[in-house]
């Protein structure tokens, strides 16, 4: 297993995902997973969808800046930090972000997002 190939697909994956259907993003997480965003936490697969389904947002694109990944522990996880900008509809300028996710694997032989920590990046 090449980790920075699973980072890759799981980044291409996640963002897509967000991007078109926030709600697809369910199956990532578990009922142990959590979520930090900007600062607020959320704990199991209902509260973190229902967050990111709550965004004042409706439509938005990602486009990712950088990829960085680590192996994490002997049972196979994986930490992978990405950084990028955010375009939200209708505005001009885009948002620059940054997002940490640590991934376990599952016995299916893919991986869920035990942790995700997402900040806005401000000048």
């Given at each position: 297993m090449d980790p920075d190939a699973v980072?890759?697909?799981?980044v291409e994956h996640y963002y897509s995902t967000f991007d078109s259907n926030r709600a697809g993003l369910a199956t990532l997480y578990q009922d142990s997973s959590m979520?930090?965003?900007?600062g607020q936490k959320f704990?199991?697969?209902?509260?973190?969808?229902?967050?990111?389904?709550s965004l004042p947002?409706?439509?938005c694109k990602h486009h990712i800046t950088t990829v960085d990944c680590q192996p994490s522990g002997p049972a196979g996880g994986?930490?992978?930090?990405?950084?990028?900008?955010l375009q939200l509809a209708g505005e001009?300028?885009?948002l620059k972000f940054s997002q940490m996710f640590h991934l376990m694997?599952?016995?299916?032989?893919?991986?869920?997002?035990l942790n995700d920590i997402f900040r806005l990046n401000y000048a």
């Open positions: 980072a890759k697909a799981f979520l930090s965003f900007e704990q199991g697969t209902q509260s973190i969808t229902s967050k990111l389904t947002f409706q439509q994986m930490v992978v930090f990405v950084s990028g900008n001009q300028h885009a694997p599952t016995p299916q032989g893919s991986f869920y997002v």
